[in-house]
């Protein structure tokens, strides 16, 4: 059974209730995806989470960058977003893992590392979502 991480903005709970859902679907095991944290506990919790997150990106099959639409910007990749893909894609180059990025849609020109994705998709590092994952 393939693994899969999803990544994204945990603020877009509906869109990552639907792809745990597609995912689960087509027989993937869920190993993490985002998580809205209490404001209360934010400081306690978040350290944690945090690493677990990124120990979980070392032992998935697919990266699934779910990057929405969020605060009118199409195909938003926040700065965590942004830090779990680039995590991922470096333990491919340094550590020859075979971690699959996908990502759903191509950013906006107004997401801040439209440039780096755009290179990455056009050496083949990473990938545009396709039904067929």
Known sequence: MKKVVISGSAKLQ???N????????K???ILDYPRPIEKEKFMELYPKIHK???EN???TDILFVMNETKDEIEGY????????LTFALMQNLVYNKNIQIVILRM???NVQSYEEI?????LGWIKLYDKNI
């Not at 639907?18 to 679907?25: A, L, P, Q, S, T």
């Not at 990749?77 to 779990?84: L, P, S, V, Y």
């Open 27 to 29: 027989n993937y095991n």
């Open 77 to 84: 990749i926040g700065a965590e977003t942004f830090a779990e």
């Open 14 to 16: 509906d869109s990552i």
């Open 118 to 122: 755009n290179l990455w998709l056009k």
């Open 107 to 109: 950013p906006s020109v």
């Open 57 to 59: 990106i070392t032992e």
């Open 18 to 25: 639907y792809w745990i859902k597609y995912f689960e679907n």
């Open 52 to 54: 677990d997150f990124f």
